[in-house]
């Protein structure tokens, strides 16, 4: 959502509204931007993927900001302080985690007040944070562009003239820093994540202003060198970023030994999280360090030399919006999934035109040849099954009190038309049922595998980590760790008094039922929810999937993503709709 202001009209303090329009216009900026910053990405790696780090850390801040306006009424200091919280969480890369504390930096400053002076402390304090995070900062970089907008603005003055000297000075310092690197001077670039900045400033800029303010103009640059020119140094193999729980001692020494390992060492964070970036040479004993120091999460590694690298100048190659997920190593499979779902429609390989040549639909029996795979997977409700199918799989809806047949399930697997094929029955009711039709489908010399999935989170779980490329046994193993690691959970109404493992229940009564078993009885949906939720994350878990039907109370879901936000600082959480004839909500733990 955007604040439009009237014309001539300018924000006289950056208030709630205006910290989550400036949240939203950051994002389209860093979209627009994000082909053209990735291409002139050569420093400190020539990986050509800045622009679509900032961009996924930008997201995942405008996501925070979105769930806590969708749960109350936020003032500013929430707003500000989710919008960091949420960069923390999502950061990427080198650029995004430095992002993420700039962001942090200023909102320690924003949640005391929020007019043109308290704006220039905060871009101060922004730019000092970021640099403490850095343990060698480098000049001509973001750390830079970051300091001058800083101190452009550090007379202070209108919230107007404050954003607008800082993106004037942020300008200005960005087009001198393909002088001040040699890597940027090779390549005849600026620097990527200094443009990202500038980007976000301009889109504070625009906030406050109301006004578009143009791209500043770079000072005529040689022709770009060829990317193989513009590599520099041979550098560390490995990008290593991981979430980490863990006290400020701990961190201190955990500095230390990762900058003795190698370089680009950048930890961001406080109050008991932190995000850590590093690369190395040795990215076990980084991920070691961070076990030693306390609970690392979201372990990403990433090897240099087989990420795909567009030359700067030129035209990158083309991508989806939140396609970096595949360079981000061992979770790389769950990194599409966090936030919108999206991801799914890669799940089975689509050619980027809605296609799906890895995997079967129901389209595919018209062609003659059978496709390579498919995956055929049982779901409740409409909503779920659209999710699927745009993942590229058969779906078998399941209606309240009629479980598909045996022969709908050898049906659907005729109809998916391939080679091989998983099937995924997302009950445990429907295991025997589903074991049946796999054995008469194989008889015709289809390949069938059926993963145990006894939930649709489960089944959301496995479809996520699918990789077409992989060989059947291998993707049919992943397939099943990623359902096995999903607990689950569901609400329902009772129907009528009965006994069950958490006592007697009444006619109407809330059930929460984990893993098949009712744990919690209750008279509200909402607090039944909270409470099932909380005993499942007693456990751990890194990710909470949320999938509701439409019949579930409107404000269910944006209030359960505030508790787990609130309570549970390195879980995230995802919401899927499942559309009509569904249980009231699903939810899964992994």
Request: glycine share 12%; proline share 5%.
């Amino acid at each position: 959502m955007s604040r439009a202001l009237q014309p001539d009209e300018e924000l006289v303090e950056l208030d709630a509204e205006a910290v989550r329009t400036w949240c939203a216009r950051a994002l389209d900026a860093l979209a627009r931007e994000r082909e053209e910053i990735d291409a002139i990405n050569v420093y400190p790696v020539a990986d050509g993927d800045t622009g679509t780090n900032l961009y996924l850390t930008a997201e995942a801040a405008h996501r925070a900001v979105e769930a806590v306006f969708a749960a109350s009424a936020p003032d500013t200091a929430e707003t500000v302080r989710a919008m960091a919280h949420g960069a923390l969480l999502g950061a990427r890369g080198n650029s995004g985690t430095i992002l993420s504390q700039l962001l942090r930096g200023m909102a320690a400053v924003l949640a005391d007040g929020c007019d043109g002076d308290h704006l220039a402390r905060a871009l101060a304090e922004a730019a000092r944070e970021a640099r403490r995070a850095v343990a060698r900062p480098v000049e001509g970089t973001v750390l830079t562009v970051a300091s001058a907008a800083a101190g452009a603005c550090a007379a202070g003055g209108t919230l107007v003239e404050v954003a607008r000297a800082a993106h004037e000075g942020a300008a200005t310092a960005l087009a001198a820093t393909s002088g001040q690197l040699d890597a940027l001077e090779r390549a005849g670039v600026v620097d990527a994540g200094g443009q990202g900045l500038v980007a976000v400033l301009g889109a504070l800029l625009e906030t406050v202003t109301g006004r578009t303010p143009d791209r500043p103009g770079a000072a005529p640059l040689p022709p770009p060198a060829p990317r193989e020119d513009c590599a520099g140094e041979d550098g560390p193999a490995y990008e290593v970023i991981y979430l980490l729980e863990a006290d400020g001692p701990a961190v201190e020494l955990l500095r230390s030994r990762l900058d003795a390992l190698g370089e680009s060492l950048v930890v961001v964070g406080g109050d008991g999280l932190w995000n850590v970036h590093v690369h190395v040479d040795d990215a076990g004993a980084a991920v070691e360090a961070g076990v030693e120091a306390g609970r690392p999460h979201r372990i990403r590694i990433t090897h240099f030399a087989s990420a795909a690298t567009p030359a700067p100048g030129r035209g990158p190659s083309r991508g989806t919006g939140n396609g970096s997920g595949d360079r981000h190593g061992s979770d790389g499979a769950h990194a599409h999934r966090h936030g919108t779902g999206e991801g799914h429609a890669h799940a089975c390989g689509t050619d980027g035109e809605g296609h799906a040549p890895a995997c079967g639909t129901g389209d595919d029996a018209a062609r003659g040849e059978r496709v390579p795979r498919a995956i055929v997977a049982v779901v409740p409700g409409e909503g779920l099954a659209g999710l699927c199918a745009e993942a590229g799989a058969t779906t078998v809806r399941a209606r309240p009190g009629e479980p598909p047949a045996e022969d709908e399930l050898v049906e659907a697997v005729r109809r998916a038309h391939a080679r091989e094929v998983v099937l995924l029955p997302n009950d445990t009711d429907l295991r025997e049922t589903a074991a049946a039709a796999a054995e008469r489908v194989r008889a015709e010399g289809v390949r069938v595998a059926l993963i145990p999935t006894r939930a649709a989170v489960q089944g959301i779980a496995a479809l996520a980590v699918h990789e077409p490329d992989r060989r059947f046994d291998e993707a049919v193993v992943a397939m099943t760790a990623a359902a096995g690691a999903t607990r689950y959970a569901e609400l329902a109404i009772a129907e009528h008094r009965s006994f069950t493992s958490a006592g007697v229940c009444q006619a109407g009564d809330v059930l929460g039922l984990i893993e098949g078993d009712v744990a919690v009885i209750g008279k509200d949906l909402t607090e039944t929810a909270r409470t099932v939720l909380d005993r499942m994350l007693s456990a751990g878990g890194e990710l909470v999937t949320l999938v509701v039907a439409d019949d579930t109370p409107p404000g269910l879901a944006a209030d359960l993503e505030h508790h787990v936000r609130r309570g549970y600082l390195a879980v995230d959480t995802t919401t899927y709709h499942a559309g009509a004839e569904a249980p009231p909500l699903l939810i899964g733990v992994e």
